[in-house]
T-cell receptor, first 118, second 110 residues
Framework: GAVVSQHPSWVICKSGTSVKIECRSL??????MFWYRQFPKQSLMLMAT?????????EQGVEKDKFLINHASLTLSTLTVTSAHPEDSSFYIC??????????????FGPGTRLTVL | DAKTTQPPSMDCAEGRAANLPCNHS???????VYWYRQIHSQGPQYIIH???NNETNEMASLIITEDRKSSTLILPHATLRDTAVYYC???????????FGSGTRLQVQP
């Protein structure tokens, strides 16, 4: 099956610093990738859609200047949490679609990145 | 997105079939039903999807009722490694991202 990786798998940072999370599709290309966030005991919430060659689109309520997304190539999307604060502590997960059509493709998810802001 | 309703939790004995129900009474005719599962502290894993016919793969079977208002995911021989939160998702037409509900927490008991 398709493999999506994330790096790092966990990160601890101080309040006010920036953290970059990478999402890679290892054996397929993805012009679109998705970033989700999951707080403890909650479900996944879509944050933004990463588009290769164009700007990301953000869900309502997600600050685009705080969560910078760059789709650098057909296999790499990065999420940078700028000026992180403790309330940004969460589990960040990316996904990339493969196969079928845009109606029937399958989303493959990365293993997630756990961010803790002190 | 069409709303889905799943029981919050279920138990299943190891080696027995696990049948996870999902209601999606507002589903539209061209919307697909997807099932994913999330093992603790990992990313979701794709299981299966279907439109109106029953589907089977190496992981599970998906049974969709004729009126498409509900479906059942069947894990034929549950193992302890199947303990996870299972999400039933109706994928909205024209939308590639997935909207996750609260899912069903399946606990497989030894």
């Amino acid at each position: 099956g398709a493999v999506v990786s994330q790096h790092p798998s966990w990160v601890i940072c101080k309040s006010g610093t920036s953290v970059k999370i990478e999402c890679r599709s290892l054996d397929f290309q993805a012009t679109t990738m998705f970033w989700y966030r999951q707080f403890p005991k909650q479900s996944l919430m879509l944050m933004a859609t990463s588009n290769e060659g164009s700007k990301a689109t953000y869900e309502q309520g997600v600050e685009k200047d705080k969560f910078l997304i760059n789709h650098a190539s057909l296999t790499l999307s990065t999420l940078t949490v700028t000026s992180a604060h403790p309330e940004d502590s969460s589990f960040y997960i990316c996904s990339a679609p493969l196969g079928g059509t845009t109606r029937t493709d399958t989303q493959y998810f990365g293993p997630g990145t756990r961010l803790t802001v002190l | 997105d069409a709303k889905t309703t799943q029981p919050p939790s279920m138990d299943c004995a190891e080696g027995r079939a696990a049948n996870l129900p999902c209601n999606h009474s507002t589903i539209s005719g061209n919307e697909y039903v997807y099932w994913y599962r999330q093992i603790h502290s990992q990313g979701p894993q794709y299981i299966i999807h279907g439109l109106k016919n029953n589907e089977t793969n190496e992981m599970a079977s998906l049974i969709i009722t004729e009126d498409r208002k509900s479906s059942t995911l069947i894990l034929p021989h549950a193992t302890l490694r199947d303990t996870a939160v299972y999400y039933c998702i109706v994928r909205a037409t024209g939308r590639r991202a997935l909207t996750f509900g609260s899912g069903t927490r399946l606990q497989v008991q030894p």
